[in-house]
């Protein structure tokens, strides 16, 4: 299988409508690979929290139409980021858009776990509540956005609900990439999954993002990894590994916790 993780740099001097048709020729440009990775918030920036009233689209808003039309173009299964969503009978959501080689709409995810400790998209956006899994033909996606990867039990749960590989679309800052690393390949290896991790590049609002997405095997051994700056990170792994690892090695089997009801005394 041949993956895309497309790490875009999201800078003020940009307009967001000129970053659209960028960033969809770039999606264009990937026609070959399987499955193609965009980051979080790449139309205004995760950490531009004045923008996200301002920049909000509904769910079938311009960013959808551009991303599901480079999706058919180039033939390609794509995770398109995330957008600010307006919910015209709610707040808004971090919502992230996948769609199909043919440019339907395969899934959406609402960011369940916000960041910003009340302050910014903790208090602008609201919380989704359901976890989100695609089938493709050589394996299952389990769908995840930036701050959700500090959150081991929302990857148990897409492991329990098929996941065989993890996608986390995120804006990380740069100040604590060392995290970044540590729980990406945390993630791979506790759940013996593949991870795809696409992060943003360039300074939202002042915050220098980290950039150096990142692919990692079962064993937690990274495939590749980009730099700090807009990169296009294509990597081949082979999605049959997982059933071979967890078969080799079975820890998920010897789970005790969350399995079942506690038994009262």
């Not at 808004?92 to 960041?115: C, E, M, Q, V």
């Not at 804006?171 to 995290?179: A, I, Q, V």
């Not at 993630?187 to 915050?207: D, M, P, Y």
């Not at 051994?221 to 690892?245: H, I, N, R, S, Y």
Request: charged share 25%; hydrophobic share 40%; with cysteine.
């Amino acid at each position: 299988m041949r993956a895309s993780v497309i790490q875009i740099a999201v800078n003020e001097d940009e307009s967001v409508e000129a970053r659209r048709r960028r960033v969809a020729a770039t999606v264009r440009e990937q026609a070959g690979a399987d499955l193609v990775v965009l980051p979080e918030l790449w139309t205004t920036g995760a950490f531009a929290y004045e923008e996200f009233g301002r920049e909000a689209e509904p769910l079938e808003g311009p960013t959808y139409e551009a991303m599901a039309k480079a999706a058919s173009d180039a033939g390609v299964w794509l995770h398109a980021g995330s957008i600010p969503e307006r919910d015209p009978d709610g707040p808004l959501y971090n919502t992230s858009l996948f769609f199909s080689p043919s440019g339907d709409l395969a899934a959406a995810y609402r960011k369940i776990h916000r960041f910003g400790f009340d302050k910014g998209e903790a208090v602008l956006m609201g919380a989704g509540s359901e976890l989100v899994t695609v089938r493709l033909p050589a394996t299952t996606l389990g769908l995840s956005t930036c701050y959700d990867l500090r959150f081991p039990e929302l990857y148990r749960g897409l492991v329990d609900a098929g996941a065989e590989t993890l996608v986390v679309a995120a804006g990380w800052p740069e100040r604590r990439r060392s995290h970044w690393t540590l729980l990406a390949q945390a993630r791979a290896v506790e759940n013996q999954s593949f991870l795809l991790a696409c992060a943003t590049a360039g300074t939202h609002a002042g915050v220098p993002q980290a950039g150096h997405s990142i692919v990692v095997d079962p064993w937690g051994e990274v495939l590749a990894q980009a730099g700090a700056d807009e990169e296009v990170l294509t990597v081949e792994f082979d999605p049959g590994k997982v059933a071979a690892t967890r078969e080799q090695f079975p820890a998920l089997k010897d789970r005790m916790l969350g399995l079942q009801p506690p038994r009262r005394p």
